[in-house]
């Protein structure tokens, strides 16, 4: 199995417009720019990801809608991705998913380094919002993963405007102006979006 471990893009503060609330906090324009370009990376790199599941905090089903839109392939908010989630946890989600060989999780900080330090037995990885490691876990267990890649979000804004420029532009990659949806995770824990 590979996993990617997804960083969410730049979020707004907790302020009176999203009710102080951590859980609320959409991203910001930057972050939806940002994360469109990163997006359009992930896909150049055709990791093939098969899935792509997220915290149900806003800004991580945001940061997944746009990715799971970009690499067209379905979403989901699970409830156990919360902040919090450790590497035991992760395992015991991605059994919910079998058929699932390449799975995409979008999460939060410190969980997304902890989580990769327990799955490689060891190291450091810096998660900037947007970053992107990728491991190879053959076997599903604590310390059996191998480090395949790790990108800065910057490099994969660079890969996904060098495709970009290739290819042509994504007119539906998501632009500044737009409005992600905020909220309407659907009930249960492992809930299908609109990806």
């Known amino acids: 199995?590979?996993?990617?471990?997804?960083?969410?893009?730049?979020?707004?503060?907790?302020?009176?417009?999203?009710?102080?609330?951590?859980?609320?906090?959409?991203?910001?324009?930057?972050?939806?720019?940002?994360?469109?370009?990163?997006?359009?990376?992930?896909?150049?790199?055709?990791?093939?990801?098969?899935?792509?599941?997220?915290?149900?905090?806003?800004?991580?089903?945001?940061?997944?809608q746009i990715v799971a839109q970009q690499i067209d392939r379905p979403m989901y908010a699970v409830e156990r991705l919360r902040p919090g989630l450790d590497a035991e946890r992760l395992l015991d989600v991605l059994l919910d998913f079998p058929d699932a060989n390449r799975v995409l999780v979008c999460g939060h900080q410190p969980d997304m380094s902890d989580v990769a330090y327990d799955l490689l037995r060891g190291g450091v990885l810096e998660f900037k919002k947007g970053a992107l490691a990728v491991i190879d876990l053959s076997t599903p267990r604590l310390g059996a993963g191998l480090l395949q890649a790790h990108?800065?979000?910057?490099?994969?804004?660079?890969?996904?405007?060098?495709?970009?420029?290739?290819?042509?532009?994504?007119?539906?990659?998501?632009?500044?102006?737009?409005?992600?949806?905020?909220?309407?995770?659907?009930?249960?824990?492992?809930a299908p979006t609109d990806a």
Request: proline share 6%; hydrophobic share 45%.
């Open 151 to 190: 990108y800065p979000p910057s490099v994969l804004r660079v890969i996904g405007d060098a495709a970009a420029a290739t290819h042509g532009s994504d007119d539906d990659a998501p632009q500044a102006h737009e409005s992600l949806p905020a909220e309407g995770m659907p009930e249960g824990d492992a």
């Open 1 to 64: 199995m590979i996993i990617g471990l997804l960083r969410h893009a730049i979020a707004e503060d907790a302020s009176e417009s999203n009710g102080f609330s951590d859980d609320s906090r959409a991203l910001t324009a930057q972050g939806v720019v940002k994360m469109g370009a990163a997006a359009r990376g992930i896909q150049a790199l055709e990791l093939d990801f098969d899935v792509v599941l997220s915290s149900p905090l806003v800004r991580c089903m945001q940061t997944a």
